[in-house]
């Protein structure tokens, strides 16, 4: 009886499987550091309307 070697990578359809999936945590934006900068933009211009006002 002979064994098959056993490849502890996996086979080659097995790594394509892999490389050819979506990586499932970055699919979208990160939405909290969107609305960090949307806050960040907004005291900058609340900022600079107030130093135009002096």
């Known amino acids: 009886m ?3 070697p056993n490849d502890p990578a996996g086979t080659t359809h097995q ?3 892999f490389a050819n999936r979506a990586p499932a945590e970055k699919s979208g ?3 909290p550091l969107v609305v960090g900068l949307a806050v960040v933009a907004v005291v900058v ?10």
């Open 2 to 4: 002979s064994q098959t």
């Open 15 to 17: 790594f394509q499987n």
């Open 29 to 31: 934006p990160n939405m």
């Open 45 to 54: 211009v609340v900022g600079v309307i107030a130093l135009m006002m002096v």
